[in-house]
């Protein structure tokens, strides 16, 4: 007799990866996000350090780090949680406050895991669509909110599409909420920003305890292959997520290793103005063909191709670069080096003229 699966899963597309070079071909890996850079510097060493301690379990509570975090924001240590990546910890946080049939409310198109995660703990996915200009429409939002809404996701800058959200715009849309609505606040890309009106969520969290800051290791910081993420959130909040997250989630090695980046705050500094110095000229390369590209304050662009996006996906590959299509509604672009963005160039000129 086979195991009988949830019936929520059958509404459960799953979680799509970029796509991964396939064998020994040389490509150009612009479909994950990735930063084109190696491990920072002292955190291979780090790593190989807890190593050695690998016959023992990690620290639960990731004490080392969240100190550092703490010291980093100016925060208590209890007001910091860390998990698996950033979307490992936001799977935490709606398992906390969603139960069976309450609804989770986000911008659509944004991070595909938003409606994954949404349908995984039971509860009901709200779309709201994204602007002309492919940012959150927050007005539409907030009058999507009903008594079942229990969790909003706002993704800054927005995975897919580029645009940041702005400080004033978010801070009206946080004091008109509802008591019961938690709101996280997904930045994953916020060391990339240069707009100095796009929001901060550290400095927004006083007074807000119904605000979660998540932020990641894995894009700037270059952990992507180790799994960090954290949280800046009220002290209940981080206790609750204890009790949801993986025991021991964050192994001995993701620790040290992101202790070691912290400590390499200027090569993370350095790195992000090479990625945005690159994203700049890919997206004016791009727009000078003349394709329509948002603005962006990731390490990415994004291109509307509508029922377009699978084809010209498939013709980068078949000039051995990797971008990521998305259904029929555009294709994302990861920001690599000054050679990864001539080829990007090159080739869509290429295509464009074909």
């Known amino acids: 007799m086979s195991a009988r699966f949830r019936t929520a899963l059958d509404a459960i597309a799953g979680y799509k990866a970029g796509r991964r070079p396939v064998g020994l071909e040389e490509v150009v890996r612009l479909a994950s996000n990735e930063v084109p850079f190696g491990p920072l510097p002292g955190v291979v060493e780090a790593a190989a350090a807890a190593m050695s301690e690998s016959h023992r379990y990690p620290d639960p509570a990731a004490t080392m780090l969240r100190t550092a975090l703490a010291e980093k924001y100016g ?23 969603v139960d069976q049939g309450d609804e989770v409310l986000y911008a659509w198109r944004s991070f595909e895991a938003y409606p994954v995660i949404a349908r995984v703990v039971g509860g009901e996915p709200v779309q709201v669509p994204l602007t002309a200009t492919a940012e959150h429409d927050l007005d539409a939002m907030a009058a999507a909110i009903t008594e079942r809404t229990r969790l909003v996701l706002l993704c800054s800058p927005n995975n897919p599409t580029g645009p940041a959200l702005r400080q004033a715009d978010v801070e009206r849309f946080l004091d008109a ?60 909040i981080v206790a609750a997520l204890a009790k949801t997250g993986v025991p021991f989630g964050v192994n001995a090695a993701a620790q040290a290793a992101a202790v070691a980046s912290l400590a390499a705050a200027d090569a993370v500094r350095e790195r992000a103005e090479l990625v945005r110095t690159e994203r700049n000229r890919l997206r004016g390369g791009l727009i000078a063909l003349g394709l329509d590209v948002p603005e962006t304050e990731g390490n990415f662009v994004w291109l509307p191709l509508g029922d377009r996006s699978f084809e010209y996906g498939e013709a980068m590959a078949e000039r051995g670069i990797l971008v990521r299509p998305y259904d029929d509604d555009g294709v994302r672009i990861t920001v690599g080096t000054d050679k990864d963005v001539d080829r990007v160039l090159e080739a869509t000129e290429e295509l464009l003229k074909g």
Do not use: W
């Open 75 to 97: 925060v208590a240590s209890d007001n910091i949680g860390v998990g698996t990546g950033s979307v490992g910890l936001l799977q935490s946080i709606a398992q906390i406050v």
């Open 177 to 236: 909420l509802p008591d019961h609505v938690l709101v996280v606040l997904d930045e994953a890309y916020a060391e990339f920003v240069s707009n100095p009106n796009s929001v901060d969520g550290t400095t927004l969290l006083a007074g807000r305890p119904n605000l979660v800051v998540l932020r990641t290791f894995s894009k700037a910081y270059g952990l992507a292959g180790l799994r960090v993420g954290y949280c800046l959130a009220d002290p209940l």
